[in-house]
């Protein structure tokens, strides 16, 4: 007699659309979906918290969840399913920073798919065309006067005597694998009186400087995808020689999550795909220097772009 009431119960509930509260329908399609807590992350985590939403999926909104170290022991415990992470950071996360592949886009990245997957069950998606790395930005009037494009056209700027005036945090100008090495592998020096430097890496901060023109400052450090280059005139100067890793934003998903959802890749693949240099510096900017809601900027995108 129960089994006979559970099911006419149960057969009342789905025809009229309802189920009690905490059911599940079989095969409802459960994820959930974590960023670190910045622009970009904020960014990247809402387009894949509102495509897979649109695709059918339940999604559960960790955005913001927190830095790298508490973002990676989340997804590695199960406690989010997917997040975008850079590849360039596989050079930490596996203690192998001396290894020329993290400089080389394609290499990197099948570096760090081929050893998150092996060490940790992670499986990295179809990554960004874009780089969020170390790098130098100019002014756009000076880049346009002297053609400063890449880091090559900046160290003959520099050697024959242009005037330069750099905005940087310590970080930058100390560490072996940030200034010291851009200027050894392009054959330039900036003097110590012709840097301003502060405690903290805050690009905003050291952009600012070099848009407004403070105290001679035409020069900033930066990184490849700051929504400030846009918005400020900077030119970002490219990195012909590789000297720095290449931070390629990807989706990272738990390897189980994806076996049970193998429409995930290819969902994603041609959303990250879309996102070069210029795309994500615009949309950072609208979000970092606009105030827009990132959430609101993400949604704008994917549908301008139909992906929504």
């Not at 394609?106 to 790395?133: C, F, H, M, Q, S």
């Not at 592998?185 to 430097?197: E, L, P, Q, R, S």
């Not at 827009?292 to 704008?300: G, I, S, T």
Request: a negative charge.
């Amino acid at each position: 007699m129960k089994k006979i009431v559970f099911a006419l119960l149960a057969g009342v509930f789905l025809l009229s659309g309802f189920l009690p509260s905490g059911a599940l329908c079989a095969g409802e399609k459960e994820i959930t979906v974590g960023s670190k807590i910045d622009t970009e992350g904020a960014l990247l985590g809402q387009m894949i918290v509102l495509i897979l939403e649109d695709r059918g999926f339940t999604v559960e909104d960790k955005t913001g969840f927190g830095p790298t170290p508490i973002v990676r022991k989340a997804i590695i415990s199960g406690e989010i399913d997917i997040y975008p992470e850079y590849t360039g950071n596989g050079a930490f996360f596996f203690d192998t920073e001396d290894s020329g592949v993290w400089k080389d886009f394609e290499r990197g990245y099948a570096r760090v798919k081929e050893l998150d997957r092996e060490k940790n069950g992670l499986v990295w998606l179809a990554p960004a065309p874009a780089d969020n790395t170390w790098a130098l930005a100019v002014r756009g009037d000076l880049a346009e006067k002297k053609g400063l494009k890449t880091l090559q056209d900046l160290a003959g700027y520099v050697n024959f005597g242009g005037e330069i005036k750099l905005a940087a945090c310590e970080e930058f100008v100390t560490r072996k694998d940030a200034l010291p090495s851009f200027e050894k592998a392009y054959g330039f020096k900036i003097a110590d009186k012709n840097m301003i430097v502060f405690s903290g890496c805050n690009t905003a901060q050291t952009e600012k400087a070099a848009a407004h023109g403070t105290s001679g400052v035409n020069t900033a450090m930066a990184f490849g995808t700051d929504g400030a280059l846009s918005a400020l005139g900077l030119k970002l100067l490219r990195d012909t020689k590789g000297v720095q890793p290449v931070y390629a934003p990807a989706p990272v998903v738990r390897e189980k999550v994806l076996a049970e959802h193998e429409e995930l890749a290819d969902i994603l693949a041609p959303v990250f795909e879309s996102l070069d240099q210029k795309i994500l510096q615009e949309l950072n900017s609208r979000i970092a220097i606009g105030g827009e809601n990132a959430a609101r900027v993400a949604k704008d995108y994917l549908k301008q772009e139909g992906f929504l």
